[in-house]
């Protein structure tokens, strides 16, 4: 089972639906992040789990960030905007505010091909939403 901590932001369910349309016999769970603990969590076992965006920092995100400490090394975790900040913090970075607002700029991307990057073109242009 996929678990999807969603954390109060109307972008949980373009992923709820993306995964949907990639695989319609996926096991997804979505919960939100003040409705589970992370001994909850685990105890579910789950195979994935994805941590939703959302406002405000990783600190007022509910469960993600001690799902992230409970999960690390258990399950892959994928985690977007501040999913990806709760997994940053949960091991060990610090979140910060950016000294000039990124959202919606593109930028190219040299990556080495391998892993999440295998397929894709070489500089690739990707959109920055921070």
């Known amino acids: 089972m996929i678990l999807l901590i969603d954390?109060?932001?109307?972008?949980?369910?373009?992923?709820?639906?993306?995964?949907?349309?990639?695989?319609?016999s996926l096991d997804l769970e979505v919960v939100r992040n003040d409705k589970i603990t992370a001994e909850e969590i685990a105890a579910k076992?789950?195979?994935?789990?994805?941590?939703?965006?959302?406002?405000?920092?990783?600190n007022e995100a509910g469960v993600s960030v001690a799902c992230v400490r409970a999960?690390?090394?258990?399950?892959?975790?994928?985690?977007?905007?501040l999913g990806h900040q709760s997994i940053g913090q949960a091991t060990g970075g610090k979140i910060v505010r950016a000294k000039r607002l990124m959202h919606g700029k593109t930028d190219r991307i040299e990556h080495n091909n391998r892993g999440l990057f295998a397929g894709l073109p070489n500089p690739l242009t990707a959109t920055r939403y921070h």
């Open 7 to 24: 954390n109060y932001d109307s972008f949980t369910y373009n992923l709820v639906q993306r995964l949907g349309e990639l695989d319609p």
């Open 71 to 81: 999960m690390m090394g258990r399950a892959p975790l994928l985690g977007v905007c």
């Open 45 to 58: 076992a789950p195979t994935h789990v994805i941590i939703s965006p959302g406002p405000c920092t990783p």
